[in-house]
């Protein structure tokens, strides 16, 4: 395996959102319907998909598990007060009672410190939050890297089938234009029934064909949309701003360095936290050492000439040792490390995984562009073979099926071309996101 030792930054794909805002906001800004090309799609999705949300979700709750375990480092303070009275009735000699009252204030304020909790075990736990946070922030920009996955997916969907469709009208037109011309030729009894027949039958096959490409257009748009998340039918893509594959030999110039795969950087961070958790449980054979401090004040009546004299102050520093607790240390210790070794095996996974996955997606990058080259080919020798078909038709060396043979043929080849170039790009996509890289979204 070929590991590079560069690291993306965690935040890094945060900053596309920055130049890409104004296109949004331009685009809403205007009336009727809105062209986006794939950048614009991608920050909309970056601001509106619901996919986002339990990554934020957690984000926020990493957050405050590092507040929490960082509490340790401020004192604690506690303020308590009371007032009561009672009242109580006692026999005499004479048989008769006595009744009494009392009153009774106080208040009190504790302060307390810890020093040193079990050896340092609290620092360690502080540690290993924050590298949890970390492994969060990798988790969004992982949930990121799959909607934009996802998103260019979808786009160059709705540009495979727009171009599709393209194709078929364009068919369309020109077994419109030959059966015009036939039926010409049959009325001056130029041309068979039969060859009428036929040139009509081809009319409505392109016809059908039409409305089964809008139709998969109407489709390809409500997945693009659905990953974004928007449900306005005003909002389009831009058909021509569409990238160009990347060459051959820049594919195969790409290193299999998945080391800025945030998969990957979330599990180091998470291995991290294991580790620093299994020594904070270590940790706990080292006694704890805390500081405290108290004042309180109490008296029959609340009086406030001599509070002074009657209050109270107290300070203390404790130590705190636990020397048996009936292996219950040793039980928590052994958990932790076995989350250790767990973590171990599941990052040793995800770098086979993600191994095979990068070759995968590079060996379909590779093929796709190989396809997609000749699919450029197939379409050019389709366009002169339908120039020849037409130049030996009109000189009566073609039959009209023949003819009408080589345009199905032209129209199959520039839909294999469309299907080809969207299938590039769509690999292109997969393997830069595999290799923790943001998806090309323009030039």
Not at 19 to 47: E, K, N, R, T
Not at 152 to 165: F, K, M, P, R
Not at 230 to 241: E, G, Q
Request: net charge negative; proline share 2%; aromatic share 8%.
């Amino acid at each position: 395996m070929i590991y590079g030792p560069a690291r993306r930054d965690g935040h890094q794909m945060r900053a596309v959102a920055v130049p890409l805002l104004v296109v949004a906001v331009l685009a809403f800004a205007q009336d009727g319907p809105q062209v986006l090309d794939l950048s614009g799609w991608v920050q909309l999705g970056l601001q509106r998909a619901p996919s986002l949300a339990q990554s934020e979700a957690s984000l926020l709750a990493a957050d405050a598990s590092v507040r929490t375990s960082s509490s340790f480092l401020w004192p604690s303070l506690s303020f308590r007060s009371s007032a009561g009275h009672s009242w109580s009735s006692i026999p005499d000699g004479s048989g008769g009672y006595t009744d009494t009252d009392n009153s009774s204030w106080s208040m009190s304020m504790n302060l307390s410190q810890e020093i040193l909790g079990s050896g340092g075990r609290d620092w360690l736990l502080l540690a290993g939050s924050r590298h949890a946070r970390t492994a969060s922030e990798m988790d969004y920009d992982k949930a990121e890297l799959d909607l934009m996955l996802s998103i260019a997916e979808g786009y160059y969907g709705v540009i495979e089938a727009t171009e599709q469709l393209n194709s078929a009208r364009r068919a369309l037109i020109r077994s419109s234009e030959q059966f015009n011309r036939t039926r010409s030729l049959y009325e001056l009894g130029g041309v068979t029934n039969l060859e009428m027949i036929q040139a009509e039958v081809q009319v409505s096959r392109d016809s059908l064909t039409v409305l089964q490409r809008r139709q998969g257009v109407t489709s390809s748009y409500a997945s693009l949309r659905s990953a974004v998340g928007v449900v306005s039918s005003h909002i389009l893509v831009d058909t021509a701003a569409v990238l160009p594959p990347i060459s051959m030999r820049t594919v195969e110039g790409f290193l299999i360095d998945f080391s800025a795969n945030p998969s990957l950087l979330a599990a180091e961070e998470r291995l991290e936290e294991v580790r620093l958790s299994h020594e904070a449980r270590q940790r706990s054979y080292w006694p704890s050492l805390s500081a405290g401090g108290s004042w309180s004040w109490s008296n029959d009546e609340l009086e406030f000439d001599d509070f002074a004299d009657r209050d109270s102050w107290n300070v203390s520093m404790t130590l705190n040792w636990q020397l048996f607790d009936g292996f219950s240390r040793e039980g928590l210790i052994q958990s932790s490390r076995s989350s250790v070794l767990r973590q171990e095996a599941t990052i040793e996974s995800l770098e086979n995984s993600l191994y095979t996955s990068a070759l995968m997606y590079r060996d379909n990058l590779i093929s796709s562009i190989a396809a997609w080259d000749l699919s450029e080919r197939v379409t050019e020798q389709a366009i002169e073979q339908l120039r020849l078909s037409e130049m030996s038709y009109d000189l009566g060396g073609t039959s009209l099926l023949d003819l009408l043979a080589a345009q199905s043929t032209l129209a199959d080849a520039e839909a294999s071309e469309a299907s080809a170039l969207s299938a590039c790009l769509i690999a292109e996509a997969r393997f830069l996101v595999v290799l923790g890289q943001s998806p090309r979204l323009g030039e």
